[in-house]
């Protein structure tokens, strides 16, 4: 899984919010209990997927190397809560405000915000990376990938603890990668190779996944043949 010719150099760690979120997540959030009306465990289901089978059909390794840490699950908005603000360096101040979630997932997230949701990370020499399945129906799916960068984002600032950086946004589709794939590129401008951000989203049967990576070695190579791993192993594993 996830083996190919992706090599990366070593050194620091650099992990993007998303990917940290997640990171530290509690699992099982996504699972349907005992308590739950037959409807709500009916509607936990997309395509015959369950929680479980998403968790399962995540990478194991990338590069050869294991996850940083255990699979998390819950709900997409429970995993991707801690995104809203960097807590370990203080308040983020967004501008403009319109760009603090949607430009920088490349997807519209309240759209799959309530969807069972899945999980990884990975720590591979200077970069981090990060794996993300979503049970989604195709209307779902369809319509949270449609939305586009939002006019007056392609450009904007995040200030922290006295700090503004400026960060310039790109997005392209990409073909060969499930029913739909857009390739996202977050970059500091100006700053260093490790601020790079390159992610990938695109919809296969009854899921969505997003695959990120982020360091000084995150291209949009890297992260298209990570994206195409991530999904071959997922469409197999939840045929």
Known sequence: ?????????????????????????????????????????????????????LKNALLTRVNGVAAAAPVSSGKYAALAQASNGKQATGRVQVTPKTCTVTATEGFDPAVLAGASAAAVTFRVASNGVSEVLI???????????TGLIPAGCASYKEKVGGKTITYGITEQAVTGIGKQATALNVRAVGGAPSDNL??????????????????????EEAVQELGQQAYAFAAKTLA
């Open 1 to 53: 899984m996830a083996r190919g010719g992706w090599k990366m150099a070593a050194g620091m760690l650099v992990l993007p919010l998303a990917v940290a979120a997640v990171a530290g997540c509690s699992g099982g959030g996504g699972h349907p209990t005992a308590t739950r009306s037959a409807s709500a465990a009916k509607a936990a289901v997309v395509e015959g997927i369950t929680p479980a089978m």
């Open 198 to 219: 390159w992610s990938l989203i695109y919809r296969g049967k009854g899921f969505v996944g997003m695959v990120t990576v982020v360091g000084p070695n995150a291209s």
């Open 135 to 145: 049970m989604s129906s195709d209307k779902s799916a369809a319509t949270a990938l």
